[in-house]
T-cell receptor, first 114, second 114 residues
Framework: AQSVTQPDIHITVSEGASLELRCNYS??????LFWYVQSPGQGLQLLLK??????LVQGIKGFEAEFKRSQSSFNLRKPSVHWSDAAEYFC????????????FGTGTRLTVIP | SAVISQKPSRDICQRGTSLTIQCQVD?????MFWYRQQPGQSLTLIAT?????????ESGFVIDKFPISRPNLTFSTLTVSNMSPEDSSIYLC???????????FGPGTRLTVT
């Protein structure tokens, strides 16, 4: 069965600093991997996804993520964080057959300090 | 991308009553889903809303408690029945784009049961 682990419950970074949010997944086959962001009182917005091909994927808002099969990881990165990036970030894995059943990690809350 | 709306955005309900949440998608999606996000936790899939037939429920969720309808491709409802305080959560609707395999989420319905 699929599962997703986000080891960091809460991360605080200074504005302008780099960011890396960790995600580890468990799935028998090649997974569909996603990162979503949830701002307070908002729904989830898709940042990026990985299905196949280049293991470094670019997303919106300057985010990127790298799929590492050997480590079962799909970490999210941003070179320079903006105050507006403060939000909850969720990693999710979907079944290869259609990504229709998403399993979400517990989320990482990002605080940005000026 | 699909734009998904939900109503109500929030509600406070009495124990033992029922609430129906509506979800509208602005374009056709192949699949629609309902998730629950309990306070401070991640998202858990309740069920897949199937057009014109009974929804497919995940383990731990039953039709009597969470009846779901999907009369057409762009509309679905979730009813939370015979509510108890444990049902206090955010309920989110999502739609799957069958081409991109991306799920788009509504803003959620914040339910408080007293």
């Amino acid at each position: 069965a699929q599962s997703v682990t986000q080891p960091d419950i809460h991360i605080t970074v200074s504005e302008g600093a780099s960011l890396e949010l960790r995600c580890n997944y468990s799935y028998g086959a090649t997974p569909y991997l996603f990162w979503y962001v949830q701002s307070p009182g908002q729904g989830l917005q898709l940042l990026l996804k990985y299905f196949s091909g280049d293991t470094l994927v670019q997303g919106i808002k300057g985010f990127e993520a790298e799929f590492k099969r050997s480590q079962s990881s799909f970490n999210l990165r941003k070179p320079s964080v903006h105050w507006s990036d403060a939000a909850e970030y969720f990693c999710a894995v979907g079944a290869t057959e259609g990504a229709n059943n998403l399993f979400f990690g517990t989320g990482t809350r990002l605080t940005v300090i000026p | 991308s699909a734009v998904i709306s939900q109503k109500p955005s929030r509600d406070i309900c009495q124990r033992g009553t029922s609430l129906t949440i509506q979800c509208q998608v602005d374009s056709q999606v192949t699949m629609m889903f309902w998730y629950r996000q309990q306070p401070g936790q991640s998202l858990t899939l309740i069920a897949t809303a199937n057009q014109g037939s009974e929804a497919t429920y995940e383990s731990g969720f039953v039709i009597d408690k969470f009846p779901i309808s999907r009369p057409n491709l762009t509309f679905s409802t979730l009813t939370v029945s015979n509510m108890s305080p444990e049902d206090s959560s955010i309920y989110l609707c999502s739609g799957l784009d069958g081409v991109s395999y991306e799920q788009y989420f509504g803003p959620g319905t914040r339910l408080t049961v007293t």
